[in-house]
């Protein structure tokens, strides 16, 4: 491929991106469910550090929402997780490492050891503040409404409704630890176990009678080490399957080794994430001759 070429292929995915930024409005405003948003993600966080400190406001500005304002305000967010161009938390995944552990009643964060303490409390005030001075709140809710939905965010919900606190009894998530979702009721199994694709990069997970879950690739260990934030073969194909295959993993006599090898990764990841469900999830059925997923795919 020749120089020109090259910089003419970069100037057309420039001006694809522009095109798409300034692509038609998105969605008129709609105050009942900003405000609905507004207490599902933002009213917990306030009344648990900020004793009410801040409260919802309507305001009239912008009157639609569009591409580029969406993209402004994933760009700020990203932002709030580096210092520089070094990363404060793991990811630039700016909910995960701020608003949702302030809900769950975690002010600090110590992880990063060359960066030292982050006061979370600080962070998000100040980001809130820029909101309502700047009057971008509208445009950050709705950001938070397509990137999340109106469960993706808050994947542990209490029973009784008290906030920071995750549910008791016999069927319970666990908190994010060692990349699992575990349950610990052992009554499940993987037919019970609904999954639908939210995009090439999360899952909705939901076992039968249980909260729904959101997670991305990364998270659920299908990260390339070799290459961070990159996914493995196994996860696009297990993609691939849930969206285009209805569940099957086709095999032939020219890819059985490679299928097989991922159809192995692939009951790997899952039994490790619920380690109560016997059996195999991802079983292979002789008359398809094909790997079926062994979940309900929605």
């Keep these: 491929m020749t120089e020109y070429q090259i910089s003419s292929d970069i100037n057309e995915r420039s001006q694809q991106r522009e095109a798409v930024l300034d692509a038609p409005v998105i969605r008129d405003r709609d105050q009942a469910r ?11 966080v306030i009344d648990e550090h900020f004793k009410g400190k801040y409260q919802y406001k ?3 500005e912008p009157t639609i929402i569009t591409n580029r304002d969406i993209d402004s305000m994933l760009r700020t967010t990203m932002g709030l997780c580096m210092d520089g161009d070094d990363l404060i938390f793991p990811t630039d995944y700016f909910e995960k490492h701020v608003l949702r552990p302030l809900r769950n009643g975690i002010t600090t964060y110590t992880r990063n050891k060359e960066y030292g303490s982050v ?3 600080e962070l998000f005030e100040g980001f809130l503040g820029d909101l309502f001075d700047n009057e971008n709140l509208p445009i950050y809710l709705y950001f938070l409404d397509g990137q999340y939905g109106p469960d993706g965010l808050w994947e542990v ?7 920071g606190q995750e549910s008791t009894g016999d069927s319970v998530f666990k908190s994010e630890s060692n990349n699992d979702i ?10 019970d176990i609904s999954i639908s694709v939210v995009n090439d990069f999360e899952v909705s997970i939901q076992p039968k009678d249980e909260t729904t879950v959101i997670r991305r690739f990364n998270n659920l260990g299908f990260d390339d080490g070799r290459s961070p934030g990159k996914p493995v073969r196994a996860w696009k194909v297990f993609i691939t399957a849930l969206t285009q295959k209805q569940g099957a993993i086709p095999c032939s006599f020219k890819t059985k080794r490679a299928v097989e090898k991922i159809a192995q990764e692939l009951r790997k990841k899952f039994r490790a994430l619920f380690p109560k469900i ?14 079926q997923v062994g979940f309900s795919i929605k």
Excluded: R
């Excluded at 900003?34 to 917990?44: G, R």
């Excluded at 016997?278 to 790997?291: L, N």
């Design 278 to 291: 016997g059996g195999d999830p991802i079983p292979f059925d002789k008359k398809k001759h094909a790997y």
């Design 157 to 163: 919900a209490s029973s009784d409704g008290t906030k």
């Design 58 to 60: 309507y305001f009239e």
């Design 34 to 44: 900003e405000k609905a948003l507004w207490d599902h993600y933002i009213q917990p």
């Design 182 to 191: 575990a349950i610990t009721h052992s009554a499940l199994s993987w037919q």
């Design 119 to 121: 006061d979370l409390k």
